[in-house]
Each structure stands twice: as structure tokens, then as C-alpha cells.
């Protein structure tokens, strides 16, 4: 048999640029349902004989009207080709209160469609043709429960009691003790690797954006685009995996990993400002933004051990004007004061992100971490001002 996991799609997802599509819309939001109407095309090219979604399908839990009907239909697609497709909710898509509802109710209308949102551990039943080589498949589903203790409680209801079927376990969190995989976000879960080791043919992981291998059949399937810098370099797609079991014993297991087209992203090489004047700074910033790689990609530039002087003498109307030729820029200036210490951490050059870095540099901080606390105002800062203008 072969199916396909695919994971973290966020659609409606609009970091890392505040340019709008030819149709009016957030172009970000626009290429991540790009690739994924990409990869559900691919899936269909490949029929296999079910789908699996990891979580964070949406990647909030009130996604607009425009992403849910561009949702409904690519599962249309699906479940009119009759591909059975499981789908468990994520943390990015899942209500912190129960009264609220779930978005993944929606496709409960859908026949072949079978989400699991509810916070409950349980077992969905395949069966497939005669003509495969295995006729029952289980798949065994945990969403993204309410708290983490709530998700211990489910995880310890799983169980394999009939080992001649296809047993597949499907969690959305973070594997215990293995701190790469999480994503620093509120309310992760953690996934105990003993539960690997309990006799599944295979275990379909979602939250952690890299495509990974962390047992011989555990897999991350990473998500479909890049949201953040911290995935720079990693490719992006979902996998096909290949199931031949005959007996009790695990499947036979192969698996192959099909690439998606995501928006290229990449870093700039730093530029230490410490030993430059202002004409050699400007100079070295033109330089960076005049390569031609950087078209319409999604880039980072450090401009590292800034003085504090320097900083004020920037022409940045004219550096706005040479950002503009990628499709966005993360520009950050780490300015040093008097004293050697970074004082200012800048990922982006605009007027309230200004007034809050000059701000924060008028004012002692004392009990907190004056760097963590600029990158993080700078982050809400930048966050409200994707959202106001997708």
C-alpha cells in the first residue's frame, strides 16, 4: 500500500512580507496556498491509497472566509478522487477553549474526509480494496488537546490490539528530550519516544517544520513553506510512504520525500560596521542589495557592531528603496553603545519600529534582558503591521 503524510501547511499564514498579490491579497498567504494546491495536485498524480495531515492545517484557529473556501476546496479534490484523508488539529489551529468550536467541523460534510479535532484519543479504520495487500488500516489519532497534561492522559490510552492490521500512530507535538523540535511556541505538547518503540508501522508526526527522520519509521514531515528564518535552507514538500505487510510482524517500509516549490529564502553575509565610516557602510549596504540572487526571494542582512553614531547618520529612505528589489528583507542593525554593548536589535526599518527602538533606548530596564525584550516588542510590532495591511 502507499499513502502520503503531509504536514503544517498554515494556510492563511502571512509572515515574513506585507506585498499584495495582483488579486489584492496577502502575497505570502497567497504562495502558501500556492504550494499547497501544488501539493495536493502532486497527490493526486500519485494516487495513493490515503492521505495523512499531521496538524496545523490552518495556522490560526479563525481562518478568513477566503482561506476556508480555498481549504474546502482542495479537500474536494480528495474526496472526490474518493483518497481517504485523516487530519488532526495542531496548536496553531486548535481553540484554547472548548465552547469556541473548531474549524475542522467543516469537513465532517465531506465524504472520505475524517478530521480529528476533539481533544480525544481515537482509532480510524481503513479498509481498503481487496486487491491491496492489506485490507485494514488503523490509524491511531491524537489532535492537539486543551493542556499538555490532557494529552499525556490521551497518549496513554493508546494501544496496538490487533498487530495483523496496519497500525499507524499520528501526533502533532514535540518529541520529549529532543529540544530542535520544538518551535518555542505556547502550548506545545510532548511526545514520549517510548511510544515509538510500541510496535507501529509507522508514526506521522506534525509540528516541528523540518523534514526529519527520527526513528527508522517516526517521521516529520515539515511543513509545505517557510514561516520563519529558522528555516532557511530546508527543503519543503511531504512524503510517500510504502507499506508491505503480511503477518503480525512490522510492515515492510520504504519512503521517498517529494519537493515542493516554497519561496527560496536565504541569509546575506554579515557586514561589521565597527572599523566603517558612513560612506563605507552605505557602500557595503548597496552592495548586499544590488546581487541579483536576491530577487523575489526572502532574505536576512546583519549589519553587526554598529555604533551608535553610525546609526543615526543611515540614509534609510534610500536603503528602504534598495530592500524593495527582494521580495522581503529582515534587515537588522545591531547597534553598540558607548559602553560595547548592543543596545538595539532593529528587524525592520519603519516609523513605529523606530519610535519603539529610540524609546527603549531613553529609558533603564533594570530586572530584564533589554535584547530579548526589544526582539520581542519588535516582533509584535512587526506582526500587527502584516496583519493590518494582508
Not at 502575497?27 to 495536493?40: M, P
Not at 516549490?261 to 541569509?267: E, F, K, S, W
Not at 534587515?331 to 558607548?338: A, G, P, Q, T
Request: proline residues 4%; charged residues 25%.
Amino acid at each position: 500500500m502507499k499513502f502520503i503524510h503531509i504536514s503544517d501547511t498554515h494556510l492563511g499564514a502571512a509572515t515574513l512580507g506585507r506585498k499584495l498579490s495582483p488579486a489584492g491579497v496577502s502575497h505570502r498567504e497567497e504562495d502558501i496556498c500556492n504550494v499547497f494546491s501544488y501539493a495536493i495536485d502532486r497527490i493526486l498524480e500519485l494516487k495513493p491509497d490515503f492521505v495523512l495531515h499531521s496538524g496545523d492545517l490552518f495556522h490560526s484557529v479563525r481562518p478568513s472566509n477566503r482561506i476556508i473556501d480555498f481549504a474546502l476546496r482542495q479537500f474536494l479534490k480528495l474526496s472526490q478522487a474518493q483518497i481517504p484523508t485523516v487530519i488532526i488539529s495542531g496548536n496553531h489551529d486548535s481553540p484554547k477553549q472548548r465552547a469556541l468550536g473548531s474549524i475542522y467541523s467543516i469537513f465532517e460534510v465531506f465524504s472520505h474526509i475524517y478530521p480529528s479535532f476533539k481533544g480525544k484519543y481515537k482509532i480510524k479504520e481503513l479498509t481498503l480494496p481487496q486487491s491491496k495487500n492489506s485490507t485494514r488500516v488503523l490509524i491511531h489519532c491524537i489532535p492537539h488537546c486543551l493542556t499538555d497534561e490532557l494529552f499525556q492522559e490521551e497518549l496513554q490510552k493508546v494501544k496496538i490490539t490487533n498487530p495483523n492490521s496496519v497500525n499507524i500512530l499520528m501526533l502533532h507535538g514535540v518529541v520529549s528530550g529532543i529540544p530542535e523540535f520544538s518551535m518555542g511556541e505556547f502550548a506545545e505538547q510532548m511526545i514520549p519516544d517510548s511510544y515509538f518503540k510500541a510496535g507501529f508501522d509507522y508514526v506521522a508526526l506534525g509540528h516541528y517544520h523540518k523534514f526529519t527522520r527520527v526513528e527508522e519509521r517516526v517521521f516529520y514531515a515539515g511543513s509545505t513553506e517557510r514561516i520563519s528564518f529558522n528555516e532557511i535552507g530546508q527543503e519543503k514538500g511531504f512524503l510517500e510512504i510504502s507499506l508491505n505487510k503480511s503477518d503480525h510482524s512490522l510492515a515492510k517500509f520504504n519512503h521517498k520525500f517529494h519537493s515542493v516549490p516554497a519561496r527560496a529564502m536565504l541569509d546575506l553575509p554579515d557586514i561589521e560596521a565597527s572599523s566603517l565610516d558612513q560612506t563605507q557602510l552605505e557602500e557595503e549596504l548597496e552592495k548586499r542589495f544590488s546581487i541579483s540572487a536576491i530577487e523575489e526571494k526572502i532574505i536576512r542582512l546583519k549589519v553587526i557592531n554598529l555604533p551608535h553614531y553610525l546609526y543615526h547618520l543611515l540614509p534609510f529612505k534610500r536603503i528602504n528603496q534598495w530592500k524593495n528589489k527582494a521580495f522581503f528583507c529582515d534587515l537588522r542593525l545591531e547597534v553598540k553603545d558607548e559602553a560595547g554593548q548592543v543596545a538595539a536589535q532593529s528587524a525592520s526599518i519603519g516609523r513605529l519600529n523606530q519610535e519603539f527602538l529610540d524609546y527603549l533606548n531613553s529609558v533603564a530596564v533594570e530586572g530584564l534582558d533589554k535584547r530579548k525584550l526589544t526582539d520581542l516588542g519588535l516582533a509584535y510590532i512587526n506582526q500587527v503591521l502584516e496583519e493590518s495591511e494582508s
